[in-house]
Antibody
Framework: EVQLVESGGGLVQPGGSLRLSCAAS????????MNWVRQAPGKGLEWVSV????????YYADSVKGRFTVSRDNSKNTLYLQMNSLRAEDTAVYYC????????????WGQGTLVTVSS | DVVMTQSPLSLPVTLGQPASISCRSS???????????LSWFQQRPGQSPRRLIY???NRDSGVPDRFSGSGSGTDFTLKISRVEAEDVGVYYC??????????FGQGTKVEIK
């Protein structure tokens, strides 16, 4: 059974940093691209970032480019999102989502972790 | 960038009645391999999104057959033949044809009248 479990969310001041983790199990982690998708309170889904299975390719939404860094440790089956220079508008539930190449979409999602940026 | 536009954004429905959600893309979603990568997700209150439909019209395992997807090119539809109470939530379309996959629709909130 595929499981994605996010952690690391919390309250952080504007300008601060936070690192999210997503522990994966139930599939061969290193062979799948992984994504971060966020959802601000009461709002829709916003794609944040994707990283290839090897970790060699990454892409970011314009809204986080230069501030967020996605990475992965395939030996630990874990995905990360390092978030720096956080802003109030980064407040959201952050989901990790597994990319399914054959259908080019997200076939599994985690339960999400809440990040609140506030003073 | 591809923009996905859903309508309506709010959809009150009577139990047992049909519901239809439209999703339009600003560019064709026909991939160079000939497939159309358009998916639909359901997000029930307090839950994570769950995929319902992939490649326009293919239902995921466990998805009731009252859900169906259709469309081509830039115009797509999700239909619920008879809405049940458990269908309450927000529905999103998403395109996977153009990389990176950053385009979700705004979401359509389905509620019971």
């Amino acid at each position: 059974e595929v499981q994605l479990v996010e952690s690391g969310g919390g309250l952080v001041q504007p300008g601060g940093s936070l690192r999210l983790s997503c522990a994966a199990s139930g599939f061969t982690f290193s062979t799948y691209a992984m994504n971060w998708v966020r959802q601000a309170p009461g709002k829709g889904l916003e794609w944040v970032s994707v990283i290839s299975g090897s970790g060699g390719s990454t892409y970011y939404a314009d809204s986080v480019k230069g501030r967020f860094t996605v990475s992965r440790d395939n030996s630990k089956n874990t995905l990360y999102l390092q978030m720096n220079s956080l802003r109030a508008e980064d407040t959201a539930v952050y989901y990790c989502a597994k990319w399914e190449e054959i259908n080019r979409d997200f076939d599994y999602w985690g339960q999400g972790t809440l990040v609140t940026v506030s003073s | 960038d591809v923009v996905m536009t859903q309508s309506p954004l709010s959809l009150p429905v009577t139990l047992g009645q049909p519901a239809s959600i439209s999703c339009r893309s600003s560019q064709s979603l026909v991939h160079s391999d000939g497939n159309i990568y358009l998916s639909w997700f359901q997000q029930r209150p307090g839950q994570s999104p769950r995929r319902l439909i992939y490649k326009v019209s293919n239902r995921d395992s466990g998805v009731p057959d009252r859900f169906s997807g259709s469309g081509s090119g830039t115009d797509f539809t999700l239909k619920i033949s008879r809405v049940e109470a458990e269908d309450v939530g927000v529905y999103y379309c998403m395109q996977g044809t153009h990389w990176p996959p950053k385009a979700f629709g705004q979401g359509t909130k389905v509620e019971i009248k």
